[in-house]
């Protein structure tokens, strides 16, 4: 437990924070170092620190490597990344980050290396995105076997892995690679505050299969942090109308919306309304339509407003892995999972002693299922439940996403994964062969991950939009399309765009007008 220990103090100094015991962790830790063949499933809530085990074992590895040789921190969305990155550098200054636009590492060979679940996936298939055109060029492999090789001797941990399950553009790619991890014995964890029945029979199965020892942790109401959590008073409530009617001036105030377009309408609303009672650099908008930097700066900035008050609205894109505590979280309906990761930034820390949350029932579902929607809400206004204690919300969480494996698995393409797990195993398969049987799949209108997302350069960055945005984009003459050969005229164009940018053609975005440095591409 030497590393565990030092892990502790060192993330208490670089935090100042005073240590709480873990006893989830502690065990998780004892059980990861000491199974030759482990397979964990850490179903702790939001805010009990589940990042510190990959700090932990990272540390471990570097005196005892008889079980794995480094961590590998995959996150769902790239929007989580930063936020764990910063805090690695500060804590251990041994970590380093991997996802498209932002890397210099290739090959997964620090202590604790920090991911994307794209990015991991292309790895694992010995595709290295960075290389892409070189390995077209039949001019060098780009660290194919080099960089599955460090995966295979690794411990993979995969943060908020309900994320890629509900993801219908991640859920094949994922399924490939926890059959593939597992046929291979990498050690496995998968960290989340909400996981059904079904989920965990769908781990279960691959790794009983593949004669793992399998273990699911999840804290009791004698665990220290559930004990002070208990002690809170958090009510959740519903209403009906606009979000900024229930802000509460002099108080910390999150509103999380749906979509990117609903954030920044009621950004503009809030800087200018007096009645709120917030100064402007008080009220923050964050959303995944920002550069990195961008991102970092107003994370930063949160961080700076930690014990005064602030309005922050936002998307998605903060309801996981951006450390913040409000006193009042006001957000649209959405999925049981992702309510729960919302309610998590609520009273989030020690010293915090109550919080409330308001639901808005009428509020757009999209990107969501109206029906899930529905679901969630209806279940919540039955039940008493505590956002930080998962036997008070298990249930619901199970009757929304499933009981069964073959419940989690609706999103899944076979024949697809098929291919993938074939391609990642086959040895002979080297990245030109990979890249030529996605080139035939993305030809063919199968996109492999996320979609057929966009990257626009903005400065030295990358930011990620979807078809749909690009066309937008284009139309109102923000962007410059390079390398196309046909005439960008409508949306089916935007497609055709981000299809030739997936097969790896030389085709070049490039974002012309004013960046918002308030609001990101609007």
Not at 421 to 448: C, F, N, Q, W, Y
């Amino acid at each position: 437990m030497r590393a565990y220990t030092e892990a502790v103090k060192r993330l208490a100094r670089a935090k100042g924070f005073v240590p709480e015991r873990r006893p989830l962790l502690e065990e998780a830790f004892d059980f990861l170092t000491s199974s030759p063949r482990p397979f964990l499933i850490l179903n702790a809530p939001t805010g009990y620190g589940k990042t510190l085990l990959s700090f932990a074992l990272a540390m471990h590895s570097l005196n005892d490597a008889s079980v794995f040789d480094r961590v590998i921190h995959v996150l769902p969305m790239r929007s989580i990344i930063d936020d764990v990155q910063k805090t690695a550098e500060e804590a251990f200054g041994f970590s380093r980050t991997k996802m498209m636009g932002s890397s210099g590492e290739f090959m997964h060979l620090f202590p604790l290396n920090v991911t994307t679940a794209d990015t991991f996936t292309w790895d694992l298939l010995k595709l290295n995105t960075k290389k892409r055109h070189m390995v077209k060029a039949r001019k060098e492999f780009g660290y194919d076997y080099l960089t599955q090789a460090s995966i295979l001797t690794s411990l993979v941990i995969f943060d908020e892995a309900h994320f890629l399950l509900e993801d219908e553009s991640m859920a094949t790619a994922f399924d490939a690679v926890i059959e593939f991890l597992t046929s291979q014995g990498v050690p496995v964890v998968v960290m989340t505050a909400t996981l059904s029945r079904g989920h965990v029979k769908f781990f279960e199965r691959y790794a009983m299969k593949n004669r793992y020892d399998f273990r699911v942790l999840l804290p009791d109401n004698n665990d220290p942090f559930v004990n002070r959590e208990l002690g809170k008073d958090i009510s959740i409530g519903f209403r009906k109308g606009n979000p900024l009617n229930f802000v509460e001036p002099g108080k910390r105030n999150a509103v999380i919306v749906n979509t990117v377009e609903r954030a920044v309408e009621l950004y503009n609303r809030a800087i200018s309304n007096s009645h709120l009672r917030f100064e402007r650099e008080e009220v923050i908008l964050i959303h995944g339509r920002m550069t990195p930097s961008h991102k970092r700066r107003l994370i930063e900035r949160l961080r700076e407003l930690k014990k005064r008050k602030f309005l922050l609205i936002g998307t998605q894109a903060v309801e996981a892995g951006v450390d913040f505590s409000a006193d009042i979280m006001i957000t649209d309906g959405a999925p049981i999972n992702s309510l729960l990761q919302r309610f998590g930034r609520l009273a989030r820390h020690a010293g915090d002693k109550e919080g409330r949350a308001i639901v808005i029932e009428d509020a757009p579902t999209g990107p969501y299922p109206q029906e899930e929607v529905k679901q969630t809400i209806y279940r919540l206004k039955e039940s008493e439940i505590h956002p930080r204690v998962p036997s008070t919300y298990a249930e619901i969480v199970t009757e929304v996403h499933g009981s069964s494996a073959s419940s989690v698995k609706r999103f899944i393409n076979q024949s697809l994964k098929g291919k993938l797990v074939r391609l990642m195993a086959d040895p002979s398969k080297r990245a030109t062969h990979v890249l030529g049987e996605v080139e035939r799949l993305v030809s063919r209108g199968t996109p492999i991950m996320r979609g057929f997302l966009v990257p626009i350069s903005v400065g030295s960055e990358v930011v990620l939009v979807s078809p749909k945005k690009l066309f937008e984009l284009y139309s109102n003459k923000l962007i410059e399309v390079r390398g196309i050969s046909f005439e960008f005229k409508e949306l089916g164009d935007a497609y055709r765009v981000a299809k030739a940018i997936a097969l790896g053609k030389k085709v070049e975005i490039v974002y012309t007008g004013d960046y918002d440095k308030e609001r990101g591409i609007l």
